[in-house]
């Protein structure tokens, strides 16, 4: 048996046993989060090559800092201010993949930054990322959660997506939630009967499915909660509510994603393929807010990277990191789908990166 073979054959029994001991239904958020973490078994917790710019390297996506080095040098810049604002010199990450963020954060920094602390649950992860950061020292160190009091500057890029989500569904105007049951030793939903309601009433009678994000919005109130100085920058693909909860989406925004291709279907092969869902930014807004930051901005990544210099940054750029650049900000690939909210403790300030196009009125 293939080496991803036994990863899926261990992972799927571990499932099973999981959905027998919650009595035969396991909830889908509960099934994500075996699906991508559970220890040495999981999407993000096993030794598969994830992050690349082909299906030729054995990876599944490539993230914006693959693509090109300016996009780290562009954020850097945003990091620079919040940095001088807060009077803070550390910052975090979460989710750094490859390290490629981590390295170019590291390099346009330079002596802005005392210390860079990763937060990553893949021990995989981990140790690729400390052989590629090894020449910043004693500098970068890892953590595995928050510390109780913390300041500095925080970022996420394709974090939020990879937290695992609930799913709701209505049918004949009745909602469920939908779960994981084991049939013919197979995995399959079902769907009971909840309580739990979208944020924003569905209109319409139609059959509808969708995600609501309690772990994403309960991560944004934990950075809240220990926050003391500094301000967080978080970058993914999603909508405001308005848009996320549009009667015509239907069929919710549930992926995954292997080989750069995408389907639809997170029971099959669990533990080889990415499990992803687009991020209600709303909900984040509202969920920082109660916790007591403030929304700096929203804008797509597009507008974001330009108010940062991103042209400024690529006038020197070899022509190959110029065709990777319109990746970032074509509307048809990252520049619009992407969006980048940030949030802040303490007063509010002109953050660089939504100087022109923010979009927070439409939160």
Known sequence: MTEAGSVTSALAALIRTQVERAGGWLPFDRYMALALYAPGLGYYANASRKFGPLPSSGSDFVTAPELTPLFGRALARQVAQALRVSGTREVWEFGAGSGALAAQLLEALGDQVERYTIVDLSRSLRERQR????????????????????????VGNEVLDAMPVKLLHRVGGAWHERGVVVSALEFAFEDRPTELRPPAEIEGTHDYLTEVHPQAQAFVRTIADRLEAGAAFLLDYGFPESEYYHPQRHMGTLMCHRGHLADPDPLEDAGTKDITAHVDFTGIAVAAQDAGLNVLGYTSQAHFLFNCGLLDLAADAPPEQHAAMQKLVNEHEMGELFKVIGLARGGYWDALGFARGDRTGRL
Do not use: M, N, Y
């Not at 052989?131 to 925080?154: N, S, T, Y």
């Open 131 to 154: 052989e590629r950061l090894a020449a910043h020292g004693a500098k970068v160190r890892w953590a595995l959660e928050l510390p109780e009091r913390l300041r500095g500057v925080i």
